[in-house]
């Protein structure tokens, strides 16, 4: 059985809609498929991660929605898996449609 890691999404404002996150452990792997993806409904949201080949410096890609502009984009930060921690991606600061994301482990 594939190891499960928890990853949580936590953003409070109201600028960003986000509609789904994607993690892929081996970006030099051809084709670049994400090892896991899901829809995402709720700024607030944990999530199973599973099937990631490896657990450091993973890709991870957010898709939102900006509401000032009406526009969709993508964000993608490096974070790391653990068995005993939670994978936090902490959204406090947006400017325009750039949110500024913060990994944290808990």
Known sequence: MPSVYN?????????????????L??????????EYSSDVSSNNESFEVYGLKN???VYVTLTF?????????TKEVKADFFDDKITVLLIEKVIGCEPTIEVIYE
């Open 55 to 57: 657990t450091e410096d």
């Open 25 to 34: 452990s081996n970006p030099a792997s051809s084709p670049a498929i994400p």
């Open 65 to 73: 929605f900006c509401t000032a502009d009406g526009e969709f984009y």
């Open 7 to 23: 990853l949580e999404l936590r953003y409070d404002g109201d600028r960003l809609e986000f509609s789904r996150v994607s993690a």
